[in-house]
């Protein structure tokens, strides 16, 4: 199962556009599966969900609960698993935790961030018979800044052999992410496998956004971001609304009583 849905992922490259999104819980997943080739279990959720700073708080049971969760309503589209910042820092520890997770949330897959510092890591888990999906470009877990990437010569360069690097350690498709457009588009010649962009502009076999961006839940808006709703907005609206009716002893109206 898992394999044909890889295979189905690895087809699509140069074809029909890959379509993902992130969930962190049965809601969204619920909805997101209708639609989506591939599910990624973020660990933008300590930033989403959990109020943090930067992804590098979150710890490795968290993202197991929100996976577990999850998994168990997602019906047909890949679920990948965000591997937390510190819990691939060679490749054994790698394994360990990466074997553990998939035995715990049943997840399809695994994603890691970097490019040819974590090969060697990369190409032991997928010997071991763990899927990988790779992440270059803009690394959350050990930037400091938000920084669009490949504005220089260098810059482009390193990002490209990065992934040249995950693409040749057997991985099945590779993030990338807030590159220049002729980045992009270069490294997606480049390589055998799927590329999927965040902020990487449409030269990408596929896209990806975190869902609460899309809807308008977070309040994050970078210009690689389209809003195609404003939850924000209408919560905010449901709860003055229902504050008002409390207020007033307007609710709970007749109907919501129990004779
Ligand atoms: O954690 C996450 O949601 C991600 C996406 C932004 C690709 O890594």
Known sequence: ??????????????????????????NVAKIADKYCDIILVGDSLGMVLYGMKTTRSVKIDTMILHAKAVKEVVKSSLVVFDMPYKTYTNKFIAYKNAKMVIKLTKCDAIKLEGGSNIAKTVNYLVKKGIPVLGHVGLLPQTSNNFKVKGKSITERKRILNDSIAISNSGAFAIIIECVVERLAREITKSIPIPTIGIGASRYCDGQILVTEDLVGLSNFSPKFVKRYENLNKSIEKSIKNYTKDVKMKRFPFIKNVYK
């Open 1 to 26: 199962m898992q394999k044909a849905k890889i295979k189905k992922i690895l087809k699509r490259k140069n074809k029909l556009p890959i379509v993902c999104l992130t969930a962190y819980t049965t």
